[in-house]
């Protein structure tokens, strides 16, 4: 039996199928029409996922959505009433969109696909909760999910058992965590559901002396985690903003614009609101232990993407473990909604992995064979050299030790916004300029953005304060002490000059509070990444290498080889490894492009 499981229409939008309850592929439309986020119907994703199956539209039994349109329309138009007139600029701007397409997806469906079965829907937070607890490694475990908004939910909890999961509680729109994040997101001056990630990374960088405030005049926290804002200061119910003037007056000036000067008030404003959100999940995940009974823990939804917080929640928490979904945000809810079919409407048992997840490292999206990849470069006339399969490993290390920045393109690809060692760009953790030239000259980023390090799963606890796997890389976990150096105060000093100071003797992944997101890399899971970074230890000593995703800012990360070969061409990336083809960027062709390819790109 095959389930087709689809997200879209808000953001991140996907597809995945499954075969007898067990994932086959999944992937983001995003990689596929290059347009980062893409909301739109995921046609290419969903031609991917039938091609991986090897069937057609019309051997698909049950096709799934991950939300209720028109409960969701229901709060939108609630919504608009409680503000009216304020609102009809943004009410008449949503309206076509939902006239015309998310109130009739069965519609849309058959006219995008072809698809005349049976179309189902999920609840928005019973996708999350599904894509939680069905992959994880549990027989019965605690559920938590918490975003911007579903339907009416914006949180929830429950337990998963066996095929079963119960949702006992939600926390209902206006009244939300992920909004709260989201409106200092586009306060410090990010892109709404894009650069949270980048508040986060520069929380390190500030104090938090807004946390009172916020507590005091922006959000009623309760003992149990649960939140009441104060509308008072925002505007996403019937505005084109997340915040207004009033939020502006209480912290100190106006918003920030978009690409100018980070100063130390929206450094302290990210350490607040990032402590806010800390302290809100662990009040959530101390009122779900207390009454689920559960020892174990599963988080999805896009808040479960904080990382800091998740590493918090493992330390603090009275949870024995916890899984967080790889994709936990929307894209994740197609395969939660797919899942959540197979065990909860049609019935099926669930058989619980033995020690380790459902989830196959989370490589499910699209690869290519060393036939297709020389094809490819042979046609274009990219010169390349072989890997001899013996050497492979060794090549590449030697490289990466040697200062230079590879291009790693090797296997299936990732499903969620980490890359895992698929699509990933690599470089020595143990030179200050590492992080530097991968920031300027590679991704064309902010500076003050930390990267991840990858380091063999066997040897985690030689570098950091873990005694456990993080292969998904969503768990923050602190360096060593014996490897910490000492740091200026950091009174006075720029934000450059900080950044500078050699925080550790692995000073490309250290932030500025020794902290690092960390990737776990398994033998069994990722074996070819595995023998990398093995032998960049038998090299160097050193088993951690950099990770960043392989994509310059405001684009997807690549999917395919001609991706790859645009990507490395457009960067000042030294080599490009795709399966067992490598490139030197000396030999290649001029490359020639429009020299305003980056206004094109969607910065986030």
Same mark, same amino acid.
């Given at each position: 039996? *095959?389930?087709?499981?689809?997200? /879209? ?25 290059? !347009?980062?986020?893409?909301?739109? *119907? ?24 991950? #939300? ?22 943004? +009410? ?104 949270? =990630? ?21 959000? #009623? ?16 119910? $019937? ?26 008030? %929206?450094? #302290? ?20 232990? !207390? ?56 019935? &099926? ?20 064979? &060393?036939? %297709? ?33 590879? $291009? ?63 292969? =998904? ?13 000492? @740091? ?30 960390? @990737? ?5 899971? !990722?074996?070819? =990444? ?16 950099? &990770? ?16 790859? =070969?645009? /990507? ?10 795709? %399966? ?10 001029? +490359?020639?492009?429009?020299? #305003?390819?980056?206004?094109?790109? %969607?910065?986030?």
């Amino acid at each position: 039996m *095959f389930i087709l499981g689809i997200s /879209c229409f808000y953001h991140d939008s996907a597809a995945c199928i499954l075969r007898d309850g067990n994932i086959l592929a999944a992937a983001q439309e995003e990689r596929f029409t290059r !347009k980062k986020h893409d909301p739109r *119907f995921p046609k290419h994703a969903v031609a991917y996922c039938l091609e991986a199956a090897g069937i057609s539209i019309r051997d698909v039994d049950y096709l799934v959505y991950y #939300d209720k349109p028109f409960l969701t329309f229901e709060r939108l138009l609630m919504s608009y009433l409680t503000v009216a007139p304020r609102g009809l600029r943004s +009410w008449l701007e949503a309206m076509p969109s939902w006239l015309g397409q998310k109130l009739h997806m069965p519609r849309v469906v058959k006219d995008e696909t072809g698809y005349e079965g049976p179309v189902l829907f999920t609840e928005h937070h019973e996708a999350h909760a599904a894509s939680a607890f069905y992959p994880s490694p549990f027989e019965e475990a605690a559920i938590l999910t918490v975003d911007g908004v579903g339907e009416w939910a914006t949180a929830s909890y429950g337990f998963g058992e066996g095929a079963e999961i119960a949702l006992m509680k939600e926390l209902h729109f206006p009244d939300s965590l992920g909004l709260l994040y989201s409106a200092f997101t586009y306060f410090t001056g990010f892109k709404v559901n894009s650069g949270e =990630y980048k508040l986060m990374g520069l929380a390190p960088y500030g104090t938090p002396r807004y946390k009172d405030l916020i507590l005091s005049e922006l959000v #009623d926290l309760k003992e149990d985690g649960s939140i009441r804002l104060n509308l008072s200061y925002f505007d996403f119910l $019937g505005g084109l903003r997340m915040t207004n003037r009033r939020f502006a007056r209480l912290f100190d000036g106006p918003r920030r614009k978009p690409e100018t000067e980070i100063t130390q008030r %929206e450094m #302290d404003v990210a350490a607040s609101i990032q402590a806010v959100t800390e302290e809100t999940l662990l009040r959530m995940a101390h009122h779900v232990h !207390k009454e689920t009974g559960r020892e174990d823990l599963c988080l999805a939804g896009g808040v479960a993407l904080n990382c800091v917080a998740n590493g918090r929640i493992l330390r603090e928490a009275p949870f024995r473990n916890i899984w967080i979904q790889p994709a936990a945000g929307d894209a994740g809810g197609a395969l939660g909604a797919a899942l959540s079919v197979w065990h909860r409407y049609l019935g &099926n048992a669930r058989e619980t992995p033995e020690g380790d997840d459902r989830q196959k490292g989370s490589f499910l999206g699209p690869s290519f064979s &060393n036939e %297709e990849v020389k094809q490819y470069l042979k046609g274009k006339g990219y010169p390349y050299r072989d890997l001899d399969a013996g050497q492979r490993a060794r090549c590449i290390a030697e490289h990466i030790a040697e200062g230079r920045i590879v $291009g790693y393109m090797a296997g299936p690809m990732e499903f969620g916004p980490r890359a895992l060692g698929a699509r990933s760009i690599l470089g020595d953790p143990r030179r200050e300029e590492t992080q530097s030239v991968m920031n300027l000259k590679i991704k064309y980023r902010e500076s003050f953005r930390p990267f991840a390090p990858s380091v063999l799963e066997e040897k985690a606890s030689e570098y950091f304060e873990t005694d456990r796997a993080s292969p =998904y890389m969503l768990l923050v976990a602190g360096l060593r002490e014996e490897r910490r150096l000492p @740091q200026p105060s950091g009174e006075g000093m720029s934000m450059l000059e900080r950044l500078k100071a050699k925080r550790s003797d692995l000073p490309a992944i250290t932030h500025l509070d020794y902290s690092a997101r960390l @990737q776990t890399v398994s033998r069994e899971t !990722k074996p070819d =990444y595995h023998a990398v970074i093995a032998e960049f230890e038998r090299l160097t000593g050193c088993a951690v290498i950099v &990770n960043t995703s392989f994509n310059v800012r405001g684009e997807p990360i690549i999917c395919t080889p001609e991706d790859a =070969y645009r /990507c490395f061409m457009r960067t000042e990336i030294d080599v490009l490894v795709i %399966e067992d083809c490598m490139m030197y960027k000396k030999e290649q062709p001029l +490359w020639k492009e429009k020299e #305003d390819w980056r206004d094109e790109l %969607e910065l986030d």
